[in-house]
């Protein structure tokens, strides 16, 4: 039988006792479950391949159920409420309040970006390593999209009851690569489960992957001519084979054979090697090997937060709360769209009264609703014809309608990040406060798990950086103030030991404006400094907008200097100036002579009318004289 085939007599024999999932009694019995081996390299292809076969058969009795929640909350995401003839017929009303939740509870659960924290011991080495290593996973983080990839992560949990990355490594790029699987491409453990550190405990993970039959061709060798032969030489082909990996293997399989298998990739083994004893002798000795983890692990990294930690998916979602929500909203809808067109009214036509038949009939309703008159062969139109109307629908039930949608809202945490959830509310600072109860339920409750999970991703961006950065990475990050630095590492930097974490809260919504009107209330009472104003104002460059204030208050003029129409006017002012301070100069001269002028005035007619006195001797000539 063909590997399809033992596919579908897996899924056809759910009803078997010993495929039934366990229920919550079945949880305290003693006991042994179904026996399996542990994978290990020595195991043969055949074993390899029996155990791939118990796991694809434990895994068939328990996704079918989780394949339909699936399906259901994309369908409603969708908005296909109805069967493809209704909606091409035209009788369906769009009103997806689960889209409209759903897509702005995401730009709030995934606003801000992960701020990761490294730390080391207080040596200076330490530090110097925990800030190479912290600005290098700011550079990972924007470079490979990280906030966009989380809200991806986000969405498929929304959807499909869990969110999944995978970290590995590009041989083309030769850097650390963040894939976000799609959860229905995995068979995992029914067993395991995801632990509040975003960590899954099943045994196994398969994920069904695609590739071209000549790149398969290069990966395994050994598998050439039956590759070449499935696809008849057309290896242009894309073949789908499924990858297998647990802590400390990976094997590949496709067309019930083993494609190959190795250790786990994403660790370093201690390496063997000799040395020379005091007796100059060689005796072997272990090297250690260095890594950031403590033990191999899966390189998934996994979002899930509605579980009662009994199966690897969540047991429900906030879609999935929504849907009898959405499904009164579509009811509501369709009444409220009925009765409105039967308050246009219609008409009943009386064969016997009019002479009409049926036809006849049936085209004269159509131009009574396009406002066109009947014509009558013979009869009273008043008896012939009766125009019907419908009452009005009762307040309730639009009542009704607002109270479901605010409701699904609600669940979501959307409802006041919604134009009709502060359409009643007047002032600004009541839209704010409306948005922030949104802000405060979904960052202390959703944003927490996706820290965690980022908390997650960090640490695995640190265990590749010990296995792969052989040679130096470079990696451009916005430092202090905002200015461009470059950063440098390999693994042989890794001398100590790093704690890698997520600043806490650094995910959770902010409200800009209540955060910019404290930075001026403060920077009023004089109890912050500008630099720090313009960061929480959000400012690109808070230094260099400080400078240019200082130099504004004490030399605005040098804010300006190179610039030729500032120069010119700056000259022709200072030719102003000089001209006025030279016939200030000019007044104060004719000030100064016009004031000798008048002394030498004053003097010469002071002369004149008080004359001296003769001196002593000529008194006395003029008396001998007499």
Known sequence: MSETGDLREGFYSLEAEDNKVKTENEEQREGLEDKVPELSLEMSNEALLDLEKKWIKKWSAYYPKIKSLQEKNEKYWLGKFYDLKKMEDGNSIMDNIIFESLETFLPIAGKNSPDPVVT?????????????????LVYLADNLRMKLRIKRVIRYWALYLLGVVKVGWSLKNNEITLT???????????????????????????????????ILVQRFPESKEMISEKVEGNMGTKIKYKEWTTDEYTFWTYNKKVLGKIKNPHWNYPQESTEIDENG?????????????????????FLSIFNLGKHPFDETSLIGQNLSNQDIINKRNRQIDRNVDMMNGSIAISGEKTGLTKEQASQAVDGFRKGKGIFMPSGDPNQGVLRVTSPNLPSDVYNNLIDVRNELRNIFG?????????????????KLTIAQSDQSRIGGGIVEYVEQFSDKVFNWFVQMMYVYYDESHIGAVIGRDKAQEYVALSNQDFTRKLTVSVKEGSLIPKDSVSKAEQAIQLAQLQMIDPITLFDRLEFPNPRETA?????????????????????????????????????AASYKDQEHVDEVDLAVKKEQARAIYNPKPKSNETKKTNTSNA
Not at 120 to 136: I, R, T, Y
Not at 419 to 425: C, K, L, M, T, W
């Open 120 to 136: 080391a011991d207080n040596s200076e080495e330490g530090n110097s390593l925990s800030k190479k290593v912290q600005q290098m």
């Open 180 to 214: 976000i699987i799609r959860p229905q491409k995995l068979i995992l453990d029914s067993d395991g489960t995801v632990n509040d550190d975003m960590e899954y405990d099943g045994e196994f993970v398969g994920e069904y992957k695609e590739e071209k039959a000549s």
């Open 281 to 301: 002798n060689e005796v072997p000795v272990t090297i250690p090997a260095k890594n950031h983890f403590n033990t191999p692990k899966k390189p998934y990294v």
């Open 414 to 430: 959307t409802r006041g990040s919604s134009p009709q959830g502060i359409i009643n509310e007047r002032s600004v600072r009541g």
């Open 547 to 583: 400078k240019r204030l200082w130099i504004w208050n004490n030399n605005p003029t040098y804010l300006f200097s190179g610039d030729q129409d500032i120069a010119a006017i700056q000259q022709a002012q200072k030719e102003q100036e000089d001209e006025q301070e030279l016939k």
